[in-house]
């Protein structure tokens, strides 16, 4: 009961964050209200939507993805990026309940979390349709880094690494502090190395900036895995994409979903990744 009143409210909270990608230009602030406020219309034919056409996730399967006047299909972003943001509701408060035994600060750190992803989903949504990484939400989670931070002093359960034993072997974890400044002078240091090498052909200035938060939010050693995972997954969808020739071998991938997707990846599954790889080596 309590999940299905977190996905209604999630996929909600998915329909303003699809309103806010959808207007995002870079050329304001993200949640400027004069940009983000005033009624939502058909991108195609400019009609004002009335309230029953703008219910998050039950229009789009009720007018079959259609624009209910002039039949213009809407984009897949719109339920999926809804059906994230309910997923990320239900699936953030599971995956912490399951690593910890619930602290004083429990609610408050699961909050963060939540609104770290929903960072994530936004700026993946903005990175992909014009290949803007914006400040503001790089400083954003920032902010909810050090919050985090600063809860799990008060509320330590849980805040070793996310990959269980084989994170311990790399130190630091005693300090919660250390972990995350290094994690996040590492991840800064290792794509501006990228860029170095690349001529900053392979990587862009946003990609750096988004490291910073992010192994604030992680902390070493758990960066490793997310960035590795990052180049992973942005290595097979760029294969993929230039074997369907949608692309070519000098096409810029936006690389801020991958980084979204590898801390997602490890935040969910680091936890059985490592055991199973400790276990693989014979340890
Ligand atoms: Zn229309």
């Known amino acids: 009961m309590v999940s299905f009143f977190l996905f209604v409210f999630g996929i909600v909270i998915g329909s303003f964050l699809n309103v806010v990608s959808m207007r995002y230009n870079g050329e304001h602030f993200v949640f400027d209200p004069k940009v983000i406020g005033g009624r939502s219309h058909c991108e195609h034919c400019k009609e004002t939507l009335r309230w029953f056409e703008l219910v998050p996730l039950f229009s789009f399967l009720v007018q079959g993805g259609r624009c209910r006047r002039c039949k213009a299909k809407l984009s897949l972003q719109y339920p999926a990026v809804e059906f994230i943001s309910g997923l990320i509701f239900v699936a953030v408060p599971w995956r912490l309940a399951a690593l910890t035994d619930g602290g004083p600060l429990a609610l408050f750190i699961a909050a963060l979390w939540t609104l770290a ?60 502090w250390t972990s995350r400044v290094v994690g996040a002078i590492f991840g800064f240091i290792f794509f501006e190395f990228l860029i170095l090498v ?42 993929f994409l230039i074997v369907s020739k949608k692309t070519t071998m000098k096409g810029v991938l936006p690389f801020g979903p991958f980084l979204a997707f590898g801390a997602a990846f490890i935040f969910f599954c680091g936890a059985p990744m490592a055991q199973w790889y400790l276990h693989l080596i014979g340890l």
């Open 117 to 176: 992803f929903l960072i994530f989903l936004l700026m993946s949504v903005i990175d992909i349709r014009i290949g803007i990484v914006p400040d503001e939400l790089n400083i954003a989670l920032g902010a909810v880094a050090i919050a985090l931070g600063a809860s799990l002093v008060v509320s330590p359960e849980g805040s070793g690494s996310l990959m269980g034993s084989l994170g311990d072997m790399f130190g630091l974890n005693g300090n919660l």
């Open 198 to 239: 690349t001529r900053g052909k392979g990587i862009g200035m946003g990609d750096v900036k988004l490291a910073l938060p992010l192994g604030l939010l992680f902390g070493w050693p758990d960066i490793i895995p997310v960035i590795m995972c990052a180049f992973i997954c942005g290595a097979l969808v760029g294969i």
